[in-house]
């Protein structure tokens, strides 16, 4: 088995792990070198000495008191002509073994079958979860699962299961295509389907896949073949992918939060299609296209290139019918203002991966002064119709050069349309990458300095921002506001952001008023500023396993709200060169938050801090009430990320590290529990928590 590693940790990154042997060693023949611990005459009544088991007893199966005759005419009674034998079976571990004949599993510690003497009996151990078959002992021997065994006189076999090694393997989950379409009569086979692999140096001896739809968790597919082709089913949905692998000692789990995304057919599929030639035109008002109404479920394709106004007014899709816009081809605009515009949209899906050469088939670049690149919002404006933009997804967009923010999603109105009651439900930004923006590259939300408008107005609900990549942003590379439930932030690239050192806006996340959710499996790597800026959330968020690395701090966290929530922040990595790991300010700004007000809870834990300060938490200012906290255990190094097997973003490379081993908390210290958390890479393997280091980022093992 695995050297321990200190604390049993459930915060545990299984696919970052490379095995140590220990499985238990075998004889030549597959066996353990153990005599038989059960026989014949051991597990029968009449030699026991005890009374003979009872119909249905759990102890012998098979052997009833009296003789009776099966309908094939075996024998399974005692043996009154002296022709009948005995075959005993004993478990050691974990598992069981289907006897043939008579056709039946043994599933206890010990059974015995009576059959006329000399036949052949076949036996087939199956482990349980969590376990391996070890080999036969006694009368039988080998390490196959299945062997044969004629009983002559009668005889017995003992069946070992051992558990798997505590550890992970080197491994990683991958699909050939992250976007996937919806079957569609008139689209290729090809379209609607991906390729599921584990990329590993690794020989696996088993993959067990399992398919989740991401939003209830229902399993909707399963293999056992190595690679899996995966096909999309009806509608537009994500999902998260499991594989459970093993290389016939030691068993991990990968997990992965929405891998794959079905999306609507690139086809005709039957639907109306409404063509855009940006060339002769880009703004499009009521809903409608050179005069004619764009219905819910219809598609509409998107050629060309202008310099002008790109916009769509009042689109409105349904639930079960969203209005599908696809890019036919390569997309430009190069405006210095409108680069793409969605105001008073309801259910509506912009998809930049219609055509196999092309990434993002959206390219959006403004060299010149001017707005917001992709704005969503709700406006009014002359005859279009006063309502509120909600159900937006966006994918397959590149945005570059950008005067201000890449993505603007804002749920504000104009003078003429209230928006205060109006909430943005199932925002979904996925696959897009933003680079050379001179502001924010997501700026998500609402966000205000009037401490009399707490919560912000404006909501957002359900909102996923997922796989995206953010290069060089001027100011933060994600902001998000009064998002203020069901938000997920996962799977992100950020690198380079806060460039141009403007004092509070140098984050490479800014997670500000209003917002309750979860982040993790992002990397930040490279800003200017501080790693994480938190401004009194206005709901309970979990943040965790994502790698933050910038170049003065780690955590900077604001006071609370008089309803304080609570914050947990556990298995991150923090690049922390001169700050320490956490830095708490009670009583400062900004002003949305009271002085004062205290934090509900704090789960600070099993954290691993790297860099020139070696403090993991501080206060600033104020004062707090910790006796809800959780401030331990983290580690802090100080010294070069190659001593703890680490690469230059922070990505833990090995375990075997005398500085990663130890350190952690268990969910339920934090008060969580797995079924707590959205996602990410914090599972079990089939209800067993392993034992093993600290999850510190959101990183596979690199694959050779």
């Given at each position: 088995m695995r050297r321990p590693y200190g604390p049993s940790i459930s915060l545990l990154l299984l696919n970052v792990a490379c095995p140590s042997p220990g499985a238990t060693t075998t004889d030549s023949d597959g066996t353990d070198g153990s005599e038989s611990t059960a026989s014949a005459t051991e597990t029968t009544s009449e030699t026991s000495g005890e009374p003979p088991p009872t119909e249905g007893s759990s102890e012998v199966t098979s052997l009833p008191t009296t003789g009776t005759d099966t309908t094939d005419g075996t024998s399974v009674g005692p043996a009154t002509d002296g022709g009948d034998a005995t075959i005993a079976i004993t478990i050691a571990g974990d598992g069981t073994v289907l006897v043939d004949p008579p056709g039946e599993t043994c599933g206890d510690p010990a059974c015995a079958y009576m059959l006329p003497g000399g036949t052949l009996v076949a036996l087939t151990a199956t482990p349980a979860a969590g376990s391996l078959f070890a080999g036969w002992s006694g009368d039988c021997s080998g390490a196959e699962p299945m062997t044969e065994i004629d009983i002559g006189g009668g005889v017995g076999c003992t069946a070992t299961f051992e558990l798997l090694p505590e550890g992970a393997l080197p491994a990683a989950l991958s699909a050939s295509d992250e976007i996937v379409r919806v079957p569609a009569d008139?689209?290729?086979?090809?379209?609607?389907?991906?390729?599921?692999?584990?990329?590993?140096?690794?020989?696996?001896?088993?993959?067990?896949?399992?398919?989740?739809?991401?939003?209830?968790?229902?399993?909707?597919?399963?293999?056992?073949?190595?690679?899996?082709?995966?096909?999309?089913?009806?509608?537009?949905?994500?999902?998260?992918?499991?594989?459970?692998?093993?290389?016939?000692?030691?068993?991990?789990?990968?997990?992965?939060?929405?891998l794959v995304t079905c999306v609507p057919p690139r086809s005709d599929a039957g639907r109306a299609v409404h063509l855009v030639d940006l060339a002769a035109g880009s703004y499009f008002q009521n809903g409608e296209i050179d005069g004619v109404k764009v219905m819910p479920g219809d598609l509409v394709r998107v050629s060309g290139s202008t310099t002008g106004n790109f916009a769509f007014f009042n689109f409105q899709g349904s639930a079960e019918a969203p209005i599908h816009i696809i890019n036919d081809g390569p997309v430009t605009n190069q405006d210095a203002s409108w680069l793409l515009h969605l105001i008073n949209c309801q259910h509506l899906i912009v998809d930049g991966r219609g055509s196999d050469n092309v990434e993002y088939g959206f390219t959006l670049t403004n060299p010149g002064a001017g707005g917001q690149a992709v704005f969503v919002r709700n406006y009014t404006q002359g005859s279009n119709t006063n309502t509120g933009s909600t159900d937006i997804e966006m994918f397959g967009i590149e945005i570059a050069d950008g005067p201000d923010s890449g993505f603007r999603i804002w749920n504000g109105g104009s003078d003429d349309y209230d928006a205060n009651n109006w909430t943005f439900h199932n925002l979904r930004l996925h696959h897009n990458y933003v680079h050379d923006v001179l502001t924010e590259g997501f700026y998500i939300?609402?966000?205000?300095?009037?401490?009399?408008?707490?919560?912000?107005?404006?909501?957002?609900?359900?909102?996923?921002?997922?796989?995206?990549?953010?290069?060089?942003?001027?100011?933060?590379?994600?902001?998000?506001?009064?998002?203020?439930g069901g938000l997920e932030v996962h799977d992100n690239v950020v690198t380079g952001s806060g460039t141009a050192n403007e004092p509070n806006q140098r984050s490479s996340l800014q997670w500000n008023p209003g917002n309750s959710g979860a982040v993790y499996n992002n990397r930040f790597i490279g800003g200017v500023g501080v790693d994480l800026q938190v401004g009194c959330t206005g709901g309970d968020t979990l943040m965790f396993s994502n790698v933050f690395v910038h170049s003065e701090g780690g955590f900077y966290l604001h006071a609370g709200q008089a309803d304080a929530p609570r914050y947990w922040l556990f298995g991150n990595t923090v690049g922390t060169p001169s700050a320490a790991g956490l830095r708490i300010n009670m009583n400062s700004n900004p002003g949305t938050c009271g002085a004062g007000a205290k934090l509900s809870e704090m789960h600070y834990a099993s954290n691993l801090l790297v860099g020139a300060v070696a403090e993991a938490w501080e206060f600033a200012a104020g004062d707090a009430d910790i006796a809800s906290w959780t401030v331990e255990p983290n580690l802090a190094f100080i010294g070069a990320p190659g001593e703890l097997c680490l690469d230059d973003e922070l990505a833990p490379t090995c375990v075997d590290s005398e500085a990663l081993a130890g350190g952690g908390a268990e969910l339920a210290d934090l008060g969580l529990a797995a079924a707590d958390l959205p996602g990410g890479h914090y599972v079990d393997i089939d209800g067993r928590v392993l034992a093993g280091p600290a999850n510190f980022g959101a990183h596979q093992a690199p694959v050779n």
């Open positions: 008139d689209a290729p086979a090809s379209d609607s389907e991906t390729l599921l692999k584990v990329e590993t140096a690794v020989a696996l001896t088993g993959v067990s896949w399992t398919v989740f739809a991401a939003d209830d968790g229902s399993e909707v597919a399963s293999s056992g073949e190595l690679e899996f082709l995966f096909t999309c089913p009806d509608g537009r949905r994500d999902y998260d992918v499991r594989a459970t692998i093993t290389d016939g000692q030691v068993q991990s789990t990968l997990f992965e939060r929405r939300g609402y966000y205000t300095d009037n401490a009399d408008q707490q919560p912000p107005p404006y909501p957002l609900v359900d909102a996923k921002v997922y796989r995206n990549r953010v290069d060089n942003a001027g100011w933060d590379g994600m902001q998000f506001g009064s998002c203020r």
